[in-house]
Structure formats: structure tokens, C-alpha cells
């Protein structure tokens, strides 16, 4: 099963993801996580990024993709992948058209979830993750149970460096200009497949399963 999730920062694409694998047992390659995983370790490539994720503007093509090479080429990526934040760009696309029919390999489906501004804005000020295992919570939407700690680990939960009101503006208008092309790109590949990303959450994956459980 090889799928694409796109959609506007805090739409619900890592929620949701999280959700996919747990049912079907693939990878979530979410470049955003591999991205801030490499800031934690500060390697050479997270230092790079940083510079560009915390203006909310896109890590160039050149190390998204080489990044994207890499973590295709693992095992786990065998039997296919959930993508989330990849592609961003049309030469992303391209790139990874590129890739998969190195390896003969082929998309399935575009799930493309849409939300308004207005509930992205509501979303993104009130998140919170667990750095330790990748969790995400609201503290509107998706509340821990006990104040500010991880369910599943007790860790303390972390706001996002970019989910502050100027960049997250910043991010919804990259994602207008560069991102939200792709939406056609993929409609005349006949791939995409439109979710309402303001429902419920469970409502939303349930949506999905029914969508992913006709693919062979
Ligand atoms: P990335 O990490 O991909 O961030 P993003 O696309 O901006 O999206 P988010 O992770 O913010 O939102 P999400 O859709 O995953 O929402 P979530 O499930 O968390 O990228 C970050 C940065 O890295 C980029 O700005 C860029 O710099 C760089 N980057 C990454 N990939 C790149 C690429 N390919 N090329 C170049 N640069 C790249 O949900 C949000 C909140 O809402 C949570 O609190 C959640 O609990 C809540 N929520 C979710 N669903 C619902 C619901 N249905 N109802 C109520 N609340 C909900
Ligand atoms: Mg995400």
C-alpha cells in the first residue's frame, strides 16, 4: 500500500497517519518528523533545515529528496509506505515518480484532507507532542490525561518552535503557493481522493479505511 496524505499544516496528516499504520502495518514516513528528529541530533542536515523550518518556509528539494532516497531504501519500506508532508513541490513529485519506478513500484492513492484556516489556526496554537515517542495531542481537540505528560510514555509534552501564530501564517501561505498544486498534479494522475479534515477524528480514519480496504 503506497499512499500520499496532503494537506495544510495541522489538518490532521500525522493524526491520521498514525492512525493507517496501526492498521495496516506500513511505515509513516513523515519528512517534518525525520526533519526534527535530525535537529535533536543536531547532525549537518538538521542544522541546514532549521534554518528553514523555523521561518516556516520548506527545506529545499535537493535534501528532502536525497532524504526521502534514503529512507525508501530501508526494509520496512518494502511493502509500502504512508507519506506525510512529502511531496510539498511539483519537483518533489517528480522526484518521487522518479524513485518508485526505480524500483517498479507505483501510488496507490492521494488522500487529500481540507480544513478552513480558522480550524488549522485553533489546531495548530493548542497542539502538543511527545518528543519520546511522536504522539500528538490538543489540548482543545485530544487532551492527555494527566496535565502536559504523554498517555503512552510520560514524557513531557513540547509545543512545535514553528506552531507560533506568524509562522504558522507563514506555513499556511507556502502551502497555498507550492503545495496545493500538487492537488491537480495528482487529479490528472486520477490518484487523489478529497476528506473533510473537520470531523471528528475517528470519523475522518474511518473514512479513510474505507477508501485504503478497496485497494488490492
Ligand atoms: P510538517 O511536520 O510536515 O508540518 P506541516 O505540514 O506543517 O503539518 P503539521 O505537522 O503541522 O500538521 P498535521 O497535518 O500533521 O496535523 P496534526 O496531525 O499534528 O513540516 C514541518 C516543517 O518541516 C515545514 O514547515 C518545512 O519547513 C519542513 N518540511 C517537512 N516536510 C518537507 C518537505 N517535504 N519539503 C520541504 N520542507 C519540508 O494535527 C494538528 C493538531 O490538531 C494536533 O493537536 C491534533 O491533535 C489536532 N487534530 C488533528 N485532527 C483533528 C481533528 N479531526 N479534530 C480536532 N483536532 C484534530
Ligand atoms: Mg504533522
Given at each position: 500500500m503506497n499512499i500520499i496524505l496532503i494537506g495544510p499544516p495541522g489538518v490532521g496528516k500525522g493524526t491520521q497517519a498514525k492512525n493507517i499504520i496501526k492498521r495496516y502495518q506500513v511505515p509513516h514516513i513523515s519528512t517534518g518528523?525525520?526533519?526534527?528528529?535530525?535537529?535533536k541530533?543536531?547532525?549537518?542536515?538538521g542544522i541546514h533545515a532549521k534554518t528553514f523550518m523555523d521561518m516556516g518556509k520548506l527545506v529545499p528539494d535537493y535534501d528532502v529528496l536525497g532524504m526521502v532516497s534514503r529512507r525508501l531504501a530501508d526494509d520496512d519500506c518494502f511493502h509500502g509506505f504512508?507519506?506525510?508532508?512529502?511531496?510539498?513541490?511539483?519537483?518533489?513529485?517528480?522526484?518521487?515518480?522518479?524513485?518508485?519506478?526505480?524500483?517498479d513500484k507505483r501510488l496507490d492513492r492521494v488522500i487529500v484532507l481540507k480544513a478552513s484556516d480558522e480550524i488549522i489556526i485553533k489546531r495548530l496554537s493548542s497542539r502538543r507532542s511527545c518528543n519520546n515517542c511522536g504522539r500528538i495531542y490538543?489540548?482543545?481537540?485530544?487532551?492527555?490525561?494527566?496535565?502536559n505528560k504523554c498517555d503512552v510514555c510520560g514524557e513531557e509534552l513540547t509545543q512545535r518552535e514553528d506552531?507560533?501564530?506568524?509562522t504558522?501564517?507563514?506555513r499556511l501561505d507556502i502551502?497555498?503557493?507550492?503545495?496545493?498544486?500538487?492537488?491537480?498534479y495528482y487529479e490528472k494522475l486520477d490518484l487523489t481522493v478529497f476528506i473533510n479534515g473537520e470531523s471528528?477524528?475517528?470519523n475522518i480514519s474511518e473514512e479513510i479505511f474505507q477508501i485504503l480496504d478497496e485497494i488490492d
Open positions: 518528523e525525520i526533519l526534527r528528529e535530525n535537529i541530533k543536531q547532525t549537518k542536515l504512508v507519506f506525510d508532508g512529502f511531496p510539498r513541490t511539483i519537483p518533489q513529485a517528480d522526484g518521487l515518480s522518479k524513485l518508485l519506478s526505480n524500483t490538543n489540548l482543545l481537540f485530544n487532551s492527555p490525561k494527566n496535565d506552531d507560533k501564530p506568524e504558522i501564517k507563514k502551502y497555498r503557493l507550492q503545495t496545493e498544486p500538487l492537488i491537480n471528528d477524528i475517528n
